[in-house]
């Protein structure tokens, strides 16, 4: 009977999804909050094992292990609801693309960057003279977390896991989309990350990578497509304007 008794649920998730690409993935709390105070002193020098680190497992040496173990029961996102998205594209692809999570769409259709976001991706790397099938598509999270935000407690780990996927694939060219992965490879925010060339180190050499704007954000934000642009031109080695 109230004002929301209307509740989209959808709706909401995707409002979440669009903030957490602009980088907002903090609550604020009702309460203030003295952010100059001192932090409350621990009740023990030993930290709770809940709060330590997820350990690594033993990741797997071969690419196509790799991707097996990946989509397995021991992966770390292995109980998370919905289906589990593989990575797609050739071994050996002189380019990978790193997204956080698989969308909404991507499940149903079991593939990456589904829907209108796959075309508008499409459009993307036709603009740079390649084509979907000549580049290595995977995500950090191979199953949708809950409202579409990588958890803090478990990015470390994720992190750790999607690294070894790059060194595996070993590609000349990294690009991250979204925040969140930003912060899983190169452990910085996206917004401090882009605009220049980072480079990942791997037993095969170095990889060249770049930081940029998932797709569901230049649709939500189409004035952001020209940023996109600079991206990926700095991506293929032509920072001019």
Request: glycine share 8%.
């Amino acid at each position: 009977m109230g004002a929301y008794q209307n509740f989209d649920a959808a709706l909401v998730a995707s409002a979440l999804d669009w903030w957490s690409d602009a980088g907002v993935d903090l609550l604020v709390e009702d309460i203030a909050r003295d952010w100059f105070a001192a932090p409350p002193l621990p009740a023990s020098s030993l930290r709770p094992a809940a709060d330590a680190a997820l350990p690594v497992p033993v990741l797997p040496a071969t690419l196509e292990a790799f991707a097996e173990w990946r989509m397995g029961p021991d992966a770390p996102d292995a109980g998370w609801n919905g289906a589990a998205v593989a990575a797609s594209g050739p071994a050996e692809a002189a380019l990978m693309v790193l997204l956080d999570c698989p969308d909404r769409d991507d499940g149903d259709a079991g593939a990456l960057l589904a829907g209108i976001q796959g075309r508008l991706f499409e459009r993307m790397l036709a603009a740079i003279g390649l084509t979907r099938d000549a580049v290595h598509v995977a995500a950090v999270c191979a199953r949708r977390p809950t409202a579409g935000r990588m958890p803090r407690e478990v990015e470390a780990l994720l992190g750790e896991v999607a690294r070894h996927h790059v060194q595996l694939v070993a590609p000349k060219r990294l690009l991250l989309l979204g925040n969140a992965t930003s912060r899983a490879i190169l452990g910085m925010e996206r917004g401090a990350a882009r605009g220049r060339q980072h480079r990942f180190q791997h037993k095969d050499g170095m990889t060249q990578v770049v930081a940029s704007l998932h797709p569901r954000l230049l649709i939500e934000r189409p004035a952001m497509k020209a940023e996109s642009w600079r991206d990926l031109r700095l991506l293929m080695g032509d920072a001019g304007e």
